[in-house]
């Protein structure tokens, strides 16, 4: 298998030039300029972060690329699509209000923020990719009228999938609300806590296959009629309708990669993933624990899948922050050993390699890398 080429640099800067001007040399350098970007829309996806947490990119590294962009001739635009749990980025309203506090307004990225599924997380346009998991991927719509992808990653841990990195990023990220059903379980939804609902009726009457049943002021949602679209998450005043997580992290990873295959084919698409503030969790908490280990530096490759094993490997080099979630997990587990994985080790109950084999299966990229350090 041929290798993919990574190119990295550290954080570490000097007074002829600060870490802006460095991610800038760095996607120079990893070929982002060999993109034709005339007159073309070109979407960054990014992650605007929860309100309350703290860990996620700061907006200046999105100008950086935005900028660059349009020194290309291109016409960048930030995205990311609705969240299926309920929180500050439900709605693309409360979505790009979650952006603008925590910075990511046009002032400070030189470009707008376009909620890739809409106002409600439905809508989404079909790919069709044939996978072995997923027959047509449920991709936000605007994300797909995109001529370009572009990914820009908060590399860090997660509590489902091991690590958010590129493809994390990309195909759970860029999923519609079904999407994102589809993903973490059978796609579909299901009354959580009974006594918080009141019985109003908004499920039933958004929903055009008659799934949600309301009985004795109480509703409950028929698995045979729906069909997973995600719009009683949307309208629920109470936030009690929600998503069924009965999948396998295997599987989930599995549909990940597939989803991230569908963002990508067909269209050029460039990587760049920040291994920095490596927190434990996703950036959808709306809090963030201290990094698991030291900030490492900026990636960047045409190939998300091997620069996803490229950061791995460089956060499982990294010594671990004694005092964080890996620190006390690797204390309290005296049989570690010196080679342990800090992912697993983070969330014992997660893995990651499931998603990288099932990636490079699909043709998506390779797990072989040469990494370039400027």
Not at 345 to 357: G, L, N, Q, V
């Amino acid at each position: 298998m041929d290798k993919s080429k990574v190119y990295y640099t550290s954080f570490k800067t000097s007074d002829r030039e600060n870490l802006l001007g460095k991610m800038r040399r760095l996607m120079i350098t990893a070929g982002m300029k060999e993109i034709d970007f005339s007159d073309k829309y070109a979407a960054i996806k990014i992650h605007f972060g929860e309100y309350g947490n703290l860990a996620f990119l700061r907006p200046n590294y999105a100008k950086v690329m935005a900028d660059l962009v349009k020194e290309c001739g291109g016409r960048p635009f930030l995205t990311d699509c609705n969240t299926l749990y309920v929180g500050s980025r439900k709605n693309a309203i409360d979505h790009i209000d979650t952006a603008y506090m925590n910075g990511f307004t046009p002032y400070a990225t030189g470009c707008h923020v376009i909620i890739g599924d809409g106002l409600k997380g439905t809508d989404e346009t079909l790919v069709p990719i044939n996978g072995e998991y997923v027959k047509e991927a449920k991709i936000g719509a605007e994300i797909m009228s995109a001529d370009i992808i572009l990914s820009l990653t908060h590399f860090k841990g997660h509590e489902m999938a091991g690590f958010g990195g590129a493809l994390k990023n990309l195909g759970m990220g860029c999923g519609s609300r079904a999407g994102k059903m589809e993903m973490h379980s059978d796609g579909k939804p299901k009354v959580g806590n009974t006594d918080e609902c009141i019985g109003c009726g908004s499920c039933y009457k958004i929903c055009a296959h008659g799934a949600p049943i309301i009985e004795n002021k109480k509703a409950r949602i028929d698995h045979n009629k729906c069909v997973g679209c995600g719009r009683c998450l949307a309208v629920c005043p109470k936030d009690v309708i929600v998503s069924d997580f009965d999948g396998s992290i295997a599987r989930l990873n599995c549909k990940m990669a597939e989803y991230s295959l569908a963002v990508c084919k067909d269209r050029p698409h460039f990587h760049v993933s920040l291994v920095c503030d490596v927190s434990p969790n996703c950036d959808c908490h709306a809090e963030n624990d201290i990094p698991i280990i030291p900030d490492v530096g900026m990636f960047a490759s045409f190939d998300p899948v091997a620069l996803d094993v490229a950061c791995a490997d460089a956060v499982n080099k990294m010594p671990v922050v004694d005092s964080s979630v890996l620190g006390e997990n690797i204390k309290a587990d005296s049989n570690h050993g010196d080679g342990h994985d800090h992912f697993h080790m983070t969330h014992p109950d997660t893995e990651w390699k499931s998603c990288i084999e099932h990636a490079v299966k699909i043709g998506l990229g390779s797990d072989q890398y040469e990494l370039v350090e400027i």
